[in-house]
């Protein structure tokens, strides 16, 4: 269900691309961050987002949300690729992963910068610096936990922060 609200939201999102262009959202947990394919360009962005254990049924947010994209434009398609990185509970010594659930405001957010980066690497655009939007940050409790942290293993998230 969320990755329907993710290709909805990117969709719309697209359509401000030049018209010629198909772009199409794909989810796949095996990019590699700072390693794009042949012909890919990079995006990884830090976002707010929520995750719930599988196994406790534990909720907590987090501002340390990494998204990485991997995009590209060849013959009039245009492909974006995507990771959401995932956390895992710290009260559970074997809990799963769990990918998060990342708002629509902050959804919202997200595909906008994604679209600016598209326009910057795909399309030889200048963006300029006034396009950039932020997100608003949850209040968190705890300090981030590199060790339950898929960003923080991939080394694209900056586990210096108490966020």
Request: charge should be neutral; charged fraction near 25%; glycine fraction near 6%.
């Given at each position: 269900?969320?990755?329907?609200?993710?290709?909805?939201?990117?969709?719309?999102?697209?359509?401000?691309?030049?018209?010629?262009?198909?772009?199409?959202?794909?989810?796949?947990?095996?990019?590699?961050?700072?390693?794009?394919?042949?012909?890919?360009?990079?995006?990884?962005?830090?976002?707010?987002?929520?995750?719930?254990?599988?196994?406790?049924?534990?909720?907590?947010?987090?501002?340390?949300?990494?998204?990485?994209f991997h995009m590209k434009l060849e013959d009039g398609?245009?492909?974006?690729?995507?990771?959401?990185?995932?956390?895992?509970?710290?009260?559970?010594?074997?809990?799963?992963?769990?990918?998060?659930?990342?708002?629509?405001?902050?959804?919202?957010?997200?595909?906008?910068?994604?679209?600016?980066?598209?326009?910057?690497?795909?399309?030889?655009?200048?963006?300029?610096?006034?396009?950039?939007?932020?997100?608003?940050?949850?209040?968190?409790?705890?300090?981030?936990?590199?060790?339950?942290?898929?960003?923080?293993?991939?080394?694209?998230?900056?586990?210096?922060?108490?966020?």
């Amino acid at each position: 269900m969320a990755q329907a609200r993710w290709s909805s939201i990117f969709g719309s999102k697209a359509a401000e691309l030049p018209e010629e262009d198909t772009w199409n959202l794909e989810f796949d947990d095996t990019i590699v961050p700072k390693n794009p394919a042949a012909g890919w360009k990079e995006y990884i962005k830090k976002a707010n987002g929520r995750f719930a254990c599988t196994t406790c049924r534990r909720q907590w947010p987090s501002n340390k949300v990494m998204v990485i994209f991997h995009m590209k434009l060849e013959d009039g398609t245009g492909t974006v690729k995507v990771r959401r990185c995932r956390q895992s509970c710290n009260r559970c010594s074997e809990a799963a992963m769990v990918i998060p659930n990342i708002e629509d405001p902050t959804l919202n957010a997200l595909m906008d910068t994604l679209i600016g980066k598209i326009r910057i690497k795909c399309y030889n655009e200048d963006q300029g610096e006034g396009h950039r939007r932020y997100f608003q940050d949850y209040e968190v409790h705890n300090p981030h936990e590199p060790s339950n942290c898929e960003g923080c293993r991939l080394g694209i998230c900056n586990q210096n922060q108490n966020v």
